[in-house]
């Protein structure tokens, strides 16, 4: 074989390699952390007073994962005025999901995740209490 078939060969190879580069690129699935991402970046120094009030509290809920389940614990749900648990899986938007966190005398509000696959996930608790907005983010796994 002369030089010229290997720089050919080469050539037509790296084409290829470029092609199914280009191909696996296009065909990936990028989701952003929200859908509203840059809606929300814009209301961030509501979420940093949410995460300050939150601090400033004497007893913050604990986001604990118990065999696929989800339990929340915090003595102050009978204070709540409104609050939601977001659930969001950072690699598959499709495993995202909302919870209505009620008021009550319980202590615990458990929530089932048995069917979501195994992996990383973020927790945002946002709720009403005493006129006041609180969140608590926490990564948990499943």
């Excluded at 999901?97 to 927790?123: C, H, I, M, Q, W």
């Amino acid at each position: 074989m002369n030089w010229g078939k290997g720089i050919a060969i080469a050539f037509i190879s790296f084409a290829l390699f470029i092609g199914v580069l280009v191909t696996v690129c296009v065909r990936q699935d990028i989701s952003l952390v929200s859908e509203n991402y840059y809606a929300e970046e814009l209301k961030y120094q509501e979420q940093i007073d949410r995460l300050n009030n939150t601090a400033a509290l004497s007893e913050r809920p604990l986001i604990l994962v118990r065999g696929g389940l989800l339990e929340v614990r915090f003595n102050a749900f009978a204070e709540f005025e409104d609050g939601e648990l977001v659930v969001t899986r950072p690699s598959d938007a499709r495993y995202d999901a909302t919870f209505e966190v009620r008021t009550g005398k319980d202590s615990v509000r458990v929530f089932d995740l048995s069917s979501y696959p195994l992996g990383r996930y973020n927790t945002a608790l946002r709720w009403k209490m005493n006129g006041k907005e609180f969140l608590l983010q926490e990564s948990i796994t499943l």
